[in-house]
């Protein structure tokens, strides 16, 4: 499996970052979450939205799915097939939501809509999934994807981590944050069991600006810390 880091950002200016997307690869082309920047990156990546296969969801704040209109848009314009999403229970009503507003959109756009629970399975291709419901101010889901963690955002908790040993994960709050619906590293320490490998993302200024700490932190606790930038590539 390979893993295109295409937003690592949050939903405030940052470093020039894009907002919080991935896209994974082996016999499909997957992107997870499309918050703005996505599209953009994607293209940098050297990929087009026509050649993607699905749409993964973990909620829908808009740092995480603001580009999914775009992305069906475009798609559209271009004459590409129908894509399905999978994204948390509340997802049709959302978009069609979301479609309202645009209503010379209705009808255009050629997408399926599948809504996941928590403790549900699915595949996509080669790709074996496992959502895991989370601790966020809305419905939110991570997923497991052949054993990789991609956390979307939560409070870190123990059960969120069993069978996984490296995650991609949000680090949303610096030492001493409130981590109530987001993580902060003593929040992450705490609960992240065996886990052996993070690779962060979704940080906001003072975290980012203290991610060296953070690691440090971290790596004392047996736990090998990244700080991916937008782009950045992973093979797993």
């Given at each position: 499996m390979r893993v295109t880091f295409l937003g690592t950002g949050v939903a405030v200016s940052l470093e020039q970052k894009a907002q919080q997307s991935l896209l994974?690869?082996?016999?499909?082309?997957i992107?997870?979450?499309?918050?703005?920047?996505?599209?953009?990156?994607?293209?940098?990546?050297?990929?087009?939205?026509?050649?993607?296969?699905?749409?993964?969801?973990t909620h829908f704040h808009l740092d995480h799915c603001g580009e999914l209109m775009g992305i069906l848009k475009a798609r559209w314009l271009s004459g590409a097939g129908r894509i399905d999403i999978y994204a948390p229970e509340g997802a049709s009503s959302f978009i069609?939501?979301?479609?309202?507003?645009?209503?010379?959109?209705?009808?255009?756009?050629?997408?399926?809509?599948?809504e996941v629970g928590g403790g549900e399975r699915f595949s996509i291709g080669n790709f074996r999934f496992e959502a895991r419901r989370t601790v966020h101010s809305v419905e939110s889901l991570g997923y497991v994807?052949?054993?990789l963690l991609i956390s979307g955002d939560t409070s870190a908790f123990?059960?969120?981590y069993e069978g996984v040993d490296a995650a991609i994960h949000e680090m949303s709050l610096d030492f001493g944050g409130k981590a109530d619906f987001h993580t902060s590293p003593e929040n992450f320490a705490e609960n992240a069991g065996e886990l052996k490998r993070a690779y962060f993302i979704h940080l906001y200024p003072p975290a980012y600006r203290n991610r060296e700490e953070i690691a440090r932190y971290l790596e004392r606790r047996g736990i090998a810390s990244f700080f991916p930038n937008d782009l950045d590539t992973l093979e797993l």
């Open positions: 994974i690869e082996d016999d499909r082309l992107l997870i979450d499309c918050g703005f920047g996505s599209m953009l990156r994607l293209q940098q990546a050297g990929y087009d939205v026509t050649e993607l296969d699905a749409i993964v969801l069609s939501s979301f479609l309202s507003s645009s209503p010379y959109l209705m009808g255009k756009l050629s997408f399926k809509v599948r994807v052949d054993g123990p059960e969120l």
